[in-house]
């Protein structure tokens, strides 16, 4: 029976509860909470619970139950997944990746550091310097560009590269008083989705040829 209860689990997380969780992300594909800058699309709700999956489920369980939603989301919202297999990765298990590696960057520091950086070096050339011209694309002003870049994954190098998240988000969020647990959850998920957003952005303006001043508004239109 023990084996049994054991096989019935993925790291530590209940099967059962990892696909009822990834149903509950499918079917949030349906609510749009943004519309994408330029139109054509919308940001779904299932972004926020699939950021959410790590912290009920674990970061294994919870990227599991991430990317079985983003698959259910693909197949009955496809407003929010116009790249289809590859919105599975950007809209779906994104999300889940970013908030458990700064949620538990006490012990994984070595892996999300560099990660910012590469986010943070991705979103400042891609696309409008690499590949730039060659592909259609204008060069952006600056530097206007490179601070509006640089919201979304300076202030997460910081804090990840510092006993900010290093140390104190992990260790609230996982105390046991009420107030610092809570404060310690919602930092941590506001980094994580803040270094989410180049990743799954930038390929959308790569693949339907964003002209600068579009870029320059979706970089202020998802600050909130």
Same mark, same amino acid.
């Given at each position: 029976m023990k084996e049994t209860r054991a096989g019935m689990r993925i790291a530590g997380?209940?099967?059962?509860?990892?696909?009822?969780?990834?149903?509950l992300c499918g079917v949030t594909a349906l609510?749009?909470?943004?519309?994408?800058?330029?139109?054509?699309?919308?940001?779904?709700?299932?972004?926020?619970?699939?950021?959410m999956a790590p912290l009920l489920l674990g970061p294994l369980g919870g990227f599991v139950a991430a990317v079985l939603g983003g698959l259910i989301g693909m197949f009955i919202a496809p407003a929010a997944?116009?790249?289809q297999l590859v919105d599975v990765i950007l809209t779906g298990a994104l999300p889940a990746l970013f908030v458990a590696l700064v949620i538990h960057n006490d012990r994984w520091w070595k892996y999300?550091?560099?990660?910012?950086?590469?986010v943070g070096i991705f979103g400042t050339?891609?696309?409008?310097?690499?590949?730039?011209p060659a592909a259609g694309f204008s060069y952006p002003p600056q530097p206007t560009q490179f601070l509006l870049a640089g919201y979304y994954w300076?202030?997460?190098?910081?804090?990840? *590269?510092?006993?900010?998240? @290093? %140390? =104190?988000?992990?260790?609230? *969020?996982?105390?046991?008083? @009420? %107030? =610092?647990?809570?404060?310690g959850i919602f930092f941590s998920?506001?980094?994580?989705?803040?270094?989410?957003?180049?990743p799954w952005s930038l390929p959308y303006w790569y693949v339907f040829k964003y002209e600068v001043a579009l870029g320059i508004a979706t970089y202020i239109g998802y600050t909130w």
């Amino acid at each position: 029976m023990k084996e049994t209860r054991a096989g019935m689990r993925i790291a530590g997380a209940s099967i059962a509860w990892i696909v009822l969780y990834g149903a509950l992300c499918g079917v949030t594909a349906l609510v749009p909470i943004f519309p994408y800058v330029g139109g054509g699309g919308y940001v779904p709700l299932q972004n926020v619970f699939s950021a959410m999956a790590p912290l009920l489920l674990g970061p294994l369980g919870g990227f599991v139950a991430a990317v079985l939603g983003g698959l259910i989301g693909m197949f009955i919202a496809p407003a929010a997944f116009p790249l289809q297999l590859v919105d599975v990765i950007l809209t779906g298990a994104l999300p889940a990746l970013f908030v458990a590696l700064v949620i538990h960057n006490d012990r994984w520091w070595k892996y999300s550091v560099p990660l910012a950086v590469l986010v943070g070096i991705f979103g400042t050339l891609f696309p409008f310097y690499v590949p730039g011209p060659a592909a259609g694309f204008s060069y952006p002003p600056q530097p206007t560009q490179f601070l509006l870049a640089g919201y979304y994954w300076i202030i997460p190098l910081i804090v990840l *590269a510092t006993p900010l998240g @290093r %140390r =104190l988000f992990p260790t609230w *969020a996982r105390s046991s008083d @009420r %107030r =610092l647990r809570y404060l310690g959850i919602f930092f941590s998920y506001y980094v994580g989705m803040l270094l989410w957003f180049l990743p799954w952005s930038l390929p959308y303006w790569y693949v339907f040829k964003y002209e600068v001043a579009l870029g320059i508004a979706t970089y202020i239109g998802y600050t909130w």
